[in-house]
């Protein structure tokens, strides 16, 4: 018997390659700046980016404040000296032109489309996932697009959720999330009442999720009531 009939879905690194977009957005940026965007530099970035993002996850900075830190930060580790706005904003124009995908994203959509309702629920810039979106083979699977900036309130906040499930209608004991983020997406879950499937696909495990998944192609099978309950869903 299916499970949840209500699908919320979370974009970066869980639909959407977003290391390789970002590599690919950062190489570009750099390389317009005569900078060698190397295996450490481009480590180095995602530290510097991820750490802001859970800083905003945390209430504790907002996103003008990400974004003008994010390269004055890793301009000072670079050595580089010019403008890390222009810098930003070039680099958030060459991300929204890079909308590759996880393998498997469209599959599992298709797969949850005839049998539920699913919207994506993203932390993301407006401007680069909806110019992602525009043309994506994900579009026509979406009964509804969540953006955080647009919604003015951000995963994990439970208003997030609840505004999201409002809109689609979704009951709470019958919607699950999904996404890669423990904080985020997971927490966010938590926070609103709602169950939670964990994608990790390097395998690090946690408790906090009521299931977690290795491969993508996993979810489709716990939300449609093929899998057994628990964490165990992994194995
Ligand atoms: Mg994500």
Request: glycine letters at 10%; charged letters at 25%; a negative charge.
């Amino acid at each position: 018997m299916r499970r949840y009939d209500w699908v919320l879905i979370d974009g970066d690194n869980t639909l959407l390659d977003f290391d390789a977009a970002q590599a690919q957005a950062l190489g570009r940026t750099m390389e317009a700046r005569g900078l060698s965007p190397t295996p450490e530099a481009l480590a180095r970035y995602a530290g510097i980016n991820q750490a802001l993002w859970d800083a905003y996850a945390r209430g504790e900075i907002d996103r003008e404040r990400l974004r003008a830190e994010r390269f004055r930060r890793f301009g000072a580790w670079l050595g580089w000296r010019g403008d890390p706005a222009a810098w930003d904003r070039e680099y958030m124009a060459a991300l929204g032109e890079c909308g590759a995908l996880l393998p498997g994203a469209v599959e599992l959509l298709a797969a949850l489309k005839p049998h539920c309702r699913v919207g994506l629920a993203s932390n993301g810039s407006t401007q680069v996932q909806r110019q992602r979106l525009e043309g994506s083979p994900l579009l026509p699977y979406l009964d509804g697009v969540f953006l955080s900036q647009e919604m003015g309130v951000n995963k994990p906040e439970a208003a997030f959720f609840h505004r999201a499930m409002a809109a689609l209608g979704a009951v709470p004991e019958r919607t699950v999330m999904v996404g890669d983020d423990l904080l985020s997406d997971i927490q966010g879950a938590v926070n609103a009442g709602i169950d939670s499937i964990w994608y990790s696909p390097r395998g690090a495990e946690s408790p906090l999720p009521t299931w977690r998944v290795t491969r993508l192609e996993d979810v489709a099978k716990i939300v449609l009531g093929e899998r057994m309950r628990g964490n165990e869903a992994s194995q």
